[in-house]
C-alpha cells in the first residue's frame, strides 16, 4: 500500500477566506456610503454567484480597492490625470493570475 502524499482541495471556506470587505473594520470616522443604479439581472447574476450575505458590498469594495492600488501605481492622485483615469477604467479587464483574458473581450477604442 502506497502512502504519497496527495494534497487534498481547500474547503470553500478556506478558499474563500479572501473574499471579505476589504474596509469593513477601517477605522475611517466618517465612511460615505455608495449606491448604483443597476438593473435587476445584473445584481440577481451577481448575488446568484454566492448566496452569503454582503456579497454586493464585498464585490464592489474589492473592485475599488484593486482600482485605486492601479491608480496608485500609475501616480493618478487628482484630476489633471482626469484622461489618464477615463482610459484606465474603460479599458480595464478582469484577469486572474496565471490567465489570459477571455477572448470576447473587444478593446474599446478611445477618442482624444
Known amino acids: 500500500m502506497s502512502t504519497q502524499n496527495i ?8 478558499m474563500a477566506s479572501q473574499f471579505v470587505n476589504p474596509w469593513i473594520s477601517d477605522p475611517e470616522p466618517d465612511p460615505i456610503r455608495l449606491n448604483a443604479i443597476v438593473p435587476q439581472r445584473i445584481f440577481q447574476r451577481i448575488k446568484q454567484c ?20 492601479e491608480l496608485d501605481k500609475r501616480d493618478i492622485t487628482d484630476c489633471t490625470d482626469e484622461k489618464v483615469y477615463e ?26
Open 7 to 14: 494534497e487534498a482541495p481547500l474547503p470553500p471556506t478556506a
Open 50 to 69: 454566492r448566496l452569503s450575505q454582503g456579497t454586493m458590498q464585498t464585490t464592489i469594495n474589492l473592485l475599488l480597492q484593486k482600482l485605486i492600488v
Open 87 to 112: 482610459e484606465l477604467v474603460v479599458n480595464s479587464v478582469l484577469v486572474v493570475p496565471n490567465e489570459q483574458p477571455t477572448k470576447n473581450h473587444k478593446k474599446k477604442k478611445v477618442i482624444k
